[in-house]
């Protein structure tokens, strides 16, 4: 078998998989939206300052708010607060407003959590028999496993894109000029991250312990990344952790597109993702190469 023809066929059938499993399809469009709606909403109505003039004279002295002068002044006044109070809220967020820093962490997540997760699939080959057929075959172990990468990313992308969509309807404030650059940041992260997961797949037999491991690494990568609030509100060490976080410059630089806002340089987090995604390959397919049909 060519080599090319190998990887063209799993990225065939990484995708055609996808397509099939119609649950799958569902749950992976579903889950995101309802992170957005339930805690993008509710949490930014936290981060929202909205005083009235009534809620603003309840806090003054009354002799003070009977004085005519001072009641028609209360409402520009209310307003006012609003204002401030807002844009210091913002300044938190890098100037943005807590829904539209969400979801584009959102967006990131969607894509890391589809791509890390996807290695799943190495396991049910092994208990399938798949997985001997690709063994044997003669073709490059490196292209197999990076046609398995190459399906998953295409497949998380495309619903990362969606999930970009559905956000900008809700957070006005993303600007989808910048998404196919954002999208190029989350193939570099989800192609070394879907690398991640094959290999630590390859050496296991039971998707119910790969489901353990994913859910042990994947909470603490996604909440010291930058996806839910800023790295800059972290305790100290909670940053150092962050800066550590291959997923935090994902995020920096799809944030960065979509909105303009990043807190580091967009260049330095596209050689960082390079870099890590180097190495996860590399790794991921040293050990598709010592795997055996006994593994």
Known sequence: MDGLHAFYVMVY???????????????????PVLWIFFFGLGMGAVFTFASSSTDLSKLLPPDLVNNPSFA??????????????????????GGLDYVTFLTTGIVAMTIFMGSFMSGVSVIWDKQFGFLKETLVAPAPRTLVILGRSFGDVIVTLFQATIIA?????????????????????????ALGFASAGIAIAVKMNSPEGFQMIMNLLVMPLQFLSGIFFPIDRMPE?????????????????????????SRFNPLLDVALLTG????????????????????
């Open 13 to 31: 059938r990484q995708i055609k998989r996808f397509v099939r499993a119609r649950s799958r399809v569902v749950t992976m469009f579903v889950q």
């Open 72 to 93: 028609r002044v209360l409402p520009e006044l209310a307003k006012a607060l609003n204002d401030a109070v807002n844009s210091m809220v913002r300044k938190q967020f």
């Open 165 to 189: 969509l559905i956000a900008k309807a809700i957070a006005p404030g993303i600007n989808l000029l910048g998404l196919p650059l954002a999208l190029a940041y989350g193939f570099i992260m």
């Open 237 to 261: 060490w909670a940053q150092w952790i962050a800066y550590a976080n291959p997923l935090t410059y994902a995020v920096d630089g799809i944030r960065y597109w979509l909105t303009g806002v």
């Open 276 to 295: 890590l995604s180097a190495v996860l390959i590399a790794v991921a397919s040293a050990l598709f190469e010592k795997a055996t049909i006994e593994d």
